[in-house]
């Protein structure tokens, strides 16, 4: 199934020259949920393989945590300073508009798990590469990157330190 009809182009959002790739009309869509969801486990290590899933806030988490149930694991969130509650370490990291500090629980990775992160989208890929770094700090390693769309133009995936695995690209 194509997913390209289910993504909305929001010009000038969430600031001026930013064109803001909507998932929301592909999560509406049962059908297109669905396909999403198979599309994306078609591109997943083997079930079994990978310890934790991250999604990275907050539209990450949606795919994210369902990923990590097909591919039983584990999934754990990294979100933006001040939401997580218990002890975390923090990365600052650049977006494609802004910059901010992203976080993890202290404890969410144990020495030498495998993980995937995923998230919606694929920019600048700021974002993506503080989710390794936090990772890799805790000891964990980064098997797999994957995300819905992703913006090829921004070069995103030379930053990344392992396979990334896209659906759809512009
Ligand atoms: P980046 O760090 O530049 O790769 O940006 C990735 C993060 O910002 C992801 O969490 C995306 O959800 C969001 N993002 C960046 N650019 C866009 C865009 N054009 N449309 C939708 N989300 C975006």
């Known amino acids: 199934m194509n997913l390209q009809p289910y993504i909305q182009d929001i010009p000038d959002f969430p600031k001026k020259d930013i064109i803001f790739k909507d998932i929301t009309p592909l999560f509406k869509n049962q059908q297109a949920f669905q396909s ?26 949606i795919m994210g945590s369902i990923i990590a149930n097909r591919l039983n694991a584990g999934f754990v969130p990294v979100r933006k300073q001040g ?7 923090s990365q ?7 910059s901010a500090i992203l976080e993890i629980h202290k404890d969410a990775i144990q ?17 993506a590469k503080a989710t390794q770094a936090l990772i890799e700090k805790l000891g964990g390693t980064v098997v797999q990157f994957n995300f819905l769309i992703e913006l090829v133009f921004l070069k995103g995936r030379e930053g990344l330190n392992a396979p990334v695995g896209t659906l759809l690209t512009y």
């Not at 993980?115 to 700021?126: E, N």
């Open 36 to 61: 999403a969801v198979e599309q994306l486990i078609a591109i997943c290590p083997e079930p079994g393989s990978i310890d934790k899933v991250i999604g990275i806030e907050s539209r990450g988490f």
């Open 92 to 98: 600052k990291y650049d977006l494609e508009y802004g």
């Open 111 to 127: 020495e030498g798990e495998r993980v995937l992160i995923h998230d919606d989208v694929l920019a600048t890929g700021g974002t």
């Open 83 to 89: 939401k997580l509650p218990a002890e975390v370490i």
